[in-house]
């Protein structure tokens, strides 16, 4: 017990809190509070950008990304299928048709396994592209 005045006012009364302590918790759930909004906020950004992604891809034709011709022959071999069929541009030279044709034959050939009626187109394109150019062998 206090024997005077000045020594009861000295002594703590309770549980002192100091103030580093404090500001040190407040600081922790101030910055926990913040990722809680913030992954709230990137959550809810993240879905409305997922929608949109799929939305645009929804519009785009059907194999844009693919590297091969979706879609059937034509009954008259065009230009255009023709390039196609063979892997090469309209306006190719005749040394790149003659080895887009080895090439394409060589993995559709119907000894190898491959069609009949593949082999068939791929030789009707490089006939189209023969005629087209004129003095090609």
């Known amino acids: 017990m206090p024997t005077t005045e000045v020594e009861a006012?000295?002594?703590p009364q309770g549980r002192e809190v100091k103030p580093r302590m404090a500001t040190g918790l407040i600081l922790a759930g101030l910055g926990i509070a913040v990722l809680g909004f913030g992954g709230r906020y990137a959550l809810r950004a993240g879905k409305m950008a997922s929608q949109t992604l799929?939305?645009?891809?929804g519009q785009l034709p059907e194999g844009a990304f693919s590297k091969y011709y979706r879609g059937g022959f034509e009954s008259k071999m065009s230009k255009?299928?023709?390039?196609?069929?063979l892997g090469v541009s309209p306006s190719a030279?005749?040394?790149k048709i003659k080895e887009a044709h080895k090439r394409v034959m060589l993995l559709n050939h119907?000894?190898?396994g491959g069609s009949p009626y593949l082999a068939a187109k791929i030789n009707e394109a490089k006939d189209y592209f023969d005629k087209a150019k004129p003095g090609s062998s």
């Open 54 to 57: 799929n939305q645009t891809l």
């Open 93 to 95: 030279s005749r040394t």
């Open 80 to 85: 255009r299928e023709a390039g196609l069929v």
């Open 9 to 11: 006012f000295e002594e």
């Open 110 to 112: 119907p000894d190898r």
